[in-house]
């Protein structure tokens, strides 16, 4: 529906799979994950007007940030930032509990090449944060395409799904290049994704904008509650 299917399938891979290399659950989960937001993607498509130019370039640039995003992890680390993608958070949830019509309906207040622009530096910037750290592409991504461009939920759903399909494929391809995929448990995992998919599209389209915008606050808190069971340890220990 809004992204966000991360905080349940990577940290369930980690417990289920102990004796799994880290770039392996990571690449498992993005296979079959691409799945199943594949599925809600074509779902989407079919009963929601998409913006076809704007979310392809967004696609687009979002695929090539996605691998700079990777090579990135192996020069800085990521966990250094998570403090700052904390902040971020909440700021994204004080926000949109703050503006009560926040994405219940689409606003046009950009047009031409400007809708574009902001469109592709969506692309640009969360395709090298999904390379680089990963959980809630899809939630900010929803975001992004509400506040910067004026979309409603559904319709920035149905967009961010596209994306996040470009940046699963740029993360597989480096994956399996190197062998950190686990097929034996991706695949049936990725068959279970589809149907998930499928059903939280046809979900968010039938109950509308408004009940989207409930779901999508509370993937954002629970985001804030991973984020802040790692950071906030580590700075009361300082």
């Not at 929601?48 to 691998?67: D, I, N, Q, W």
């Not at 031409?112 to 991504?141: H, K, M, Q």
């Not at 998919?197 to 985001?223: E, K, T, Y």
Request: glycine letters at 12%; proline letters at 4%; one cysteine or more.
């Amino acid at each position: 529906m809004v992204g966000g299917g991360g905080l349940i399938q990577l940290p369930a891979l980690l417990i289920l799979l102990p004796g799994a290399s880290i770039p392996s659950v990571m690449g498992t989960n993005k296979l079959s994950s691409v799945f199943g937001t594949s599925a809600a993607a074509v779902t989407y498509a079919r009963k929601v007007k998409v913006e076809r130019g704007l979310t392809g370039l967004a696609a687009g640039l979002a695929f090539v940030f996605s691998m700079l995003g990777a090579r990135a992890v192996t020069l800085v680390n990521p966990n250094a930032f998570k403090p700052v993608i904390f902040v971020m958070l909440i700021a994204m949830a004080v926000f949109t509990f703050a503006h009560k019509e926040f994405g219940t309906m689409s606003h046009d207040r950009f047009a031409g090449p400007i809708r574009l622009i902001r469109g592709g530096w969506i692309g640009a910037v969360v395709g090298f944060y999904d390379g680089f750290v990963g959980p809630g592409t899809g939630s900010i991504l929803i975001f992004l395409f509400i506040g910067a461009i004026g979309m409603d939920f559904l319709s920035a759903s149905a967009s961010a799904k596209i994306v996040n399909v470009a940046t699963n494929l740029a993360a597989i391809i480096f994956f399996a290049a190197t062998g950190h995929i686990l097929y034996r448990f991706a695949v049936p995992m990725a068959a279970c994704n589809i149907v998930g998919g499928i059903a939280g599209a046809n979900l968010a389209i039938q109950r509308g904008n408004r009940f989207v915008r409930g779901f999508f606050i509370v993937i954002i808190l629970a985001m804030i509650v991973r984020y802040g069971w790692e950071i906030l340890p580590a700075v009361l220990h300082q």
